[in-house]
């Protein structure tokens, strides 16, 4: 079968396509046959050699953290039941470790039995792998933030895959949303998935227009999925008292935190860990409701683009370059 591997740590340039050995299911693991594998961020950020200190990573290896496909497989102690349904899951080894070499940007990938997630009838499987991991970590940020109707909601990265649920969701709860985000195609999907006000963050004084679209007061809630400056910005534009959740680091790092600041405004601030740190939350079940809310209309989801598994490189220059909107597929 063909797998795209990261031959060396460097840029996108060291993607390239092998025929490798199909693989085989283990005890409690399944073989699914690719359809479609999400394209994240952190792929990006592994393939140039960021995180070995936290991931157990050595080229060569196949990135792709998770698929969407048909279960042609199982191994032994799996229901065989399995075989022949529509699943999105996880990889067995998101391409980062646990002894197991392929990921999900290949024709074939494993998974665990006990991470997969049956697609409903009427929801494409590209839809279902972009969400993949959006889904259920939008579904954990809105529902640790508790949004009440009337409040102002302030959404960073408002143009990626995380962001344009979130605005979504937001609204449906009867906040009035401020997007930021990168450049007008951005802005205009965030209008058009319902943002009150939108505020392009490469332009000076950002954040200051932000809370100037909140009526002045600030914020009440921020969901930031930038990090870095951005994030910091972001909190200068929420209102005493506040909630501040920083899930994204697609500025490189997480938000860069003044806690003397965030002390005197009296915000309450979570970060990523402090959402995926906690055993009480029920991440299938969250993936399980995600695919149901967009099966019946309730979420749109935005593939802003998706390249086939030998332009695999393509995909990743464009999450780089930040001109990717919504999610980024792999097809197969």
């Known amino acids: ?35 479609a594998a999400d394209v994240m961020f952190l792929d990006v950020q592994l393939r140039s050699g960021w995180g070995t200190e936290f991931f157990q990573l050595e080229p060569p290896y196949v990135p792709g953290g998770a698929v969407a496909g048909v279960v042609t497989s199982v191994g032994p102690e799996v229901d065989p039941s399995w075989v022949g349904k529509r699943v999105v899951t996880d990889t067995a080894a998101s391409g980062i470790g646990g002894g197991q070499p392929i990921g999900g940007y290949a024709e074939q ?22 969400l993949a991991h959006d889904g ?22 408002a143009g990626g895959g995380l962001g344009t649920l979130l605005i979504q969701l937001a609204r449906a709860a009867g906040a009035n949303v401020v997007a930021a985000a990168r450049g007008s195609a951005k802005l205009e999907l965030a209008t058009r998935l319902g943002a009150h006000a939108v505020v392009d963050y490469s332009e000076s004084e950002w954040s200051a227009k932000a809370r100037a679209a909140t009526g002045g007061a600030g914020a009440d809630v921020v969901l930031d999925g930038a990090g870095g400056a951005l994030g910091a910005g972001a909190i200068e534009a929420a209102a005493d008292g506040s909630r501040f959740i920083g899930y994204g680091a697609a500025a490189g790092q997480f938000a860069e935190i003044d806690r003397e600041v965030v002390a005197a405004k009296r915000i309450n601030v979570l970060g990523l860990f402090d959402l995926t740190g906690t055993s009480d939350i029920d991440w299938l079940a969250l993936t399980e409701r995600s695919l149901i809310e967009a099966t019946a209309g309730r979420l749109e989801v935005v593939v802003g683009q998706s390249f086939p598994l030998d332009q695999a490189d393509r995909a990743h220059v464009a999450i780089e370059s930040r001109t990717a909107v919504g999610r980024t597929i792999l097809t197969v």
């Open 136 to 157: 259920k970590t939008a579904l954990a940020i809105f529902d640790r933030a508790a949004i009440q109707p009337g409040e102002s909601v302030l959404i960073t990265a």
């Open 1 to 35: 079968m063909r797998a795209v591997h990261a031959t060396e740590f460097g840029g996108p340039e060291v993607l390239s396509v092998r025929e490798v050995p199909e693989p085989v299911a283990g005890p409690g693991q399944v073989v699914v046959e690719v359809v």
């Open 109 to 130: 990938a494993l998974a665990k039995a006990d991470t997969l997630v049956a697609v409903p009838e009427g929801l494409s499987l590209s839809a279902a792998v972009a």
